[in-house]
């Protein structure tokens, strides 16, 4: 994570306990987890003596090949991929983030964002401490490298409590494996089998890849400690309310994935029966904006009785969206991924379900294209409630102004698309399909922040501790681009 301008950033972690050819198998890992960061890849092994970390820019396959996975030699890996808006993005932000310090070399690696990095920074550095990166992480390093006890893992449950946020983290010396969630447990990480010894990940499907068993979450405030085939289980010393991201089921994590216990296949196919149920649409065809809501449209066409085409074809072999940083590239990109098939739509009435709408610019896109191919009407579910605020725990959403839902109405929002009909998933029935029992966090549709910031952290805090305000972004009239 990135403590600069531009420090949002979503991240996959694995790690590899006690086991021969290591880093290949944190490699595969990675490669599974590849949907949760394409910016930057790293692995650091250790061979019971010392650590080597190799990371670079790029995605999982243009890092490793086989030379590279062999030359990092030892039998304990973690490793990172990583996606930050690209003003933040630079190898020295990649992960993981190795360091030599009075109680040996520590590698770690972060899936989350920390709230008070600002602060614990500007006080350190004022004692004189010199950061290398703009990352948060290192700041938990440097906690780490001031206190006095002998064992890192002693050190992190003392030092852990000082900082506030999103974390999910693997920690390398070497010898030893250690893995933490934060006590709200916001960003996944599970714990596997591998053989006779253990495998941690951000996903259950970083298990699979490598044939290794989901055993089960590492819980919210526990420290897990991997030494050679034996486990030992720590608790922080704080106390909190669980507070699991929703959105990983809704977007971020992969379907065939087992996150926070649950099974995200079941929890997006509820959340597309619910929407069918709270927002019929009298339609010929029900699609899916591949890949992310293809479960949902599967259960909104199974409620509603609508049949469910493949109506949208994406080329796979462009990155998200979101990727491009300029808005110009991301306007093209959308057309890059998509082509609907026009013998499928032309002259039929289209649902299209899409798992979430953050700053429209994709649907109002697709919608157009839907239109162009020949669609007689086109009626938008979503599968989640409008996403009203950002996000400061770990997922890449934009600054507020930049979010549709934050200043704009349902009708507002439908008429800026040029949609027949358009409505979204309740928060109640978001809840109802993520298995909720009060323990998830919802930040980003309702505001509630579990954790709280002395100043709101993110881009537009620039702004505003300028007293700049924030104009909310224009929506172009009906027939503009
Ligand atoms: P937008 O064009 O800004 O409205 O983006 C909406 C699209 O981005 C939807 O199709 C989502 O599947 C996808 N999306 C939602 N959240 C994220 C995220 N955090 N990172 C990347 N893509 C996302």
Redesign the pocket.
Known sequence: MSTGRHWRE?CGVVGIAAVEGASELASLALHALQHRGQESAGITVADGHRLLTHKRMGLVADVFDEGTTRALSGNWAIGHVRYSTAGGSNLLNAQPLQVASHRGTISLAHNGNLVNAHELRREMELQGSIFSTTSDTEVILHLLARHSGAQVEDALLEVLPRVKGAYSLVALTRDRLIAVRDPYGFRPLCLGRYRDSYVVASESCAFDIIGARYLRDIAPGEMVVLGDGELSSRQLPIKARERRCVFEHV??SRPDSIVFGQHVESARRRSGEILGREAPADADLVCA?PD??NTAALGYSRVTGIPFELALIRNHYVG???ISPAQKVRDMSVRIKFNPVADVVAGRRVVMI??????????RKLVKLMRAAGAAEVHLRIASPPVTNPCYYG???PVRNEL?AASHSVDEIRTYLRVDSLAYLSLAGLREAAGDQDNHCDACFTGNYPVSFAEEPGRDAIERSAGVRIPVKALPADGEE
Do not use: A, L, P, Q
């Open positions: 979503e977007y971020f904006v992310s809501s998200r969206t979101f899409d798992d979430s709408i953050v700053r429209g610019t994709t649907m997922i890449d959403t549709i």
